[in-house]
């Protein structure tokens, strides 16, 4: 079956600045790759996703690559803000068939005013 | 307002005590599926079903069990609570070709918080 890495598993920033999560997984045959965000107490939401016929995808301030040579995808927030801290999780699957997602364990992210 | 209704939303229970979960959905989703959420470990998947009358076992079954009697409810029970399964559980729905086109995201509930003791 599919395996999802994730990390870092907690990360810091300075309100304004950058953040990168990164992922990778092992199923060559992936070809959808969605990142939930989670903010404390509530339920994970879809922020961005990608197919793997795209290699990045923007979306305002958040943004998706993906390297399907090397298996892996990152979550790329710009001019990060303090509604920005949540955990974020990334997940490998198919476009259709929800019950093979495959989710990662999680990044805490936590922006610093 | 549309989506996905979990109750309840916590609960604590003896261990050995039988426990159902309930999770109603209005959006008309073919799809619904049982999570559970432990720090560390993210979202694994408990069982799922693909459309009413149909179900299926995710990467962590044991222990718990589900019917899909129709489109809207997918009640997760739990028949001997046991400690281990102190966790968060969240039910979530995707439509799984019920729409036309469009994205097939899955929508999850509010979660419920269950504690075994």
């Known amino acids: 079956g599919e395996n999802v890495e994730q990390h870092p598993s907690t990360l810091s920033v300075q309100e304004g600045d950058s953040a990168v999560i990164k992922c990778t997984y092992s199923?060559?045959?992936?070809?959808?790759f969605p990142w939930y965000k989670q903010e404390l107490g509530k339920r994970p939401q879809l922020i961005i996703d990608?197919?793997?016929?795209?290699g990045e995808k923007k979306d305002q301030r958040i943004a998706v690559t993906l390297n399907k040579t090397a298996k892996h995808f990152s979550l790329h927030i710009t001019e990060t803000q303090p509604e920005d801290s949540a955990v974020y999780f990334c997940a490998a699957g198919f476009f259709f068939g929800n019950e093979k997602l495959t989710f990662g364990t999680g990044t805490r992210l936590t922006i610093i005013p | 307002i549309a989506g996905i209704t979990q109750a309840p939303t916590s609960q604590i229970l003896a261990a050995g005590r039988r426990m159902t979960l309930r999770c109603t959905q209005d959006?008309?989703?073919?799809?619904m599926y049982w999570y559970r959420q432990d720090l560390g470990l993210g979202l694994r998947l408990i069982h799922y079903?693909?459309?009413?009358?149909?179900?299926g076992k995710g990467e962590v079954p044991d222990g718990y069990s589900v019917s899909r009697a129709n489109t809207d409810d997918f009640p997760l029970t739990l028949a001997s609570a046991v400690p281990s399964q102190t966790s968060v559980y969240f039910c979530a729905s995707s439509p799984e070709g019920a729409l036309s086109s469009g994205a097939n995201v899955l929508t999850f509930g509010a979660g419920s918080r269950l504690t075994v003791l």
């Open positions: 959006m008309r989703h073919n799809a």
């Open positions: 079903s693909n459309t009413a009358g149909t179900t």
């Open positions: 990608i197919r793997s016929n795209v």
């Open positions: 199923d060559s045959a992936s070809n959808y």
